[in-house]
């Protein structure tokens, strides 16, 4: 069975460069957002057990990625949470690696900006098809 995921990226072409990357790995996409808040939602409704989340996305509804990613672990502590992001700040990535992130990839992606991500996902989720 494949694993639910949610891809919450305000670039279409991120989106679907992740939505290529999860497809491969045998996770099957429920849901896309392009705001925090709208992935919060998503999030809320489908439960998936895996997210991607943009950190540089604009803020709405007072929802930034951090506000919606500390929900998340919160409210379903077991769900992966991939941060990808195009700030290579060290202290943004330690606070979402610390807080319970499962990896941390910085845009752009590269051939094997995946790999390390693809390696911790086949060991969380045996499951997967890949």
């Given at each position: 069975?494949?694993v639910?995921?949610?891809?919450?990226?305000?670039?279409?072409?991120a989106?679907?460069?992740?939505?290529?990357?999860?497809?491969?790995?045998?996770?099957?996409?429920?849901?896309?957002?392009?705001?925090?808040?709208q992935?919060?939602?998503l999030f809320?409704?489908?439960?998936?057990?895996?997210?991607?989340l943009?950190?540089?996305?604009?803020e709405?509804?007072?929802?930034?990625?951090?506000?919606?990613f500390?929900?998340?672990?919160?409210?379903?502590?077991?769900t992966?949470?991939?941060?990808?992001?195009?700030?290579?700040?060290?202290?943004?990535r330690?606070?979402f690696?610390?807080?319970?992130?499962?990896?941390y990839?910085?845009?752009?992606?590269?051939?094997?900006?995946?790999?390390?991500?693809?390696?911790?996902?086949?060991?969380?989720?045996?499951?997967?098809t890949a």
């Amino acid at each position: 069975m494949s694993v639910p995921a949610l891809i919450i990226d305000d670039s279409p072409f991120a989106r679907k460069i992740i939505r290529h990357h999860l497809l491969k790995l045998g996770f099957k996409i429920v849901g896309e957002a392009e705001t925090a808040a709208q992935g919060l939602k998503l999030f809320r409704e489908l439960r998936p057990g895996l997210v991607t989340l943009d950190v540089m996305m604009l803020e709405r509804e007072g929802v930034t990625s951090l506000t919606a990613f500390r929900a998340m672990k919160k409210e379903a502590p077991d769900t992966a949470v991939v941060v990808v992001s195009a700030v290579p700040f060290e202290k943004t990535r330690e606070t979402f690696l610390q807080e319970g992130a499962l990896a941390y990839v910085i845009k752009p992606f590269g051939q094997f900006s995946f790999e390390p991500v693809r390696q911790k996902l086949l060991r969380m989720f045996p499951e997967s098809t890949a």
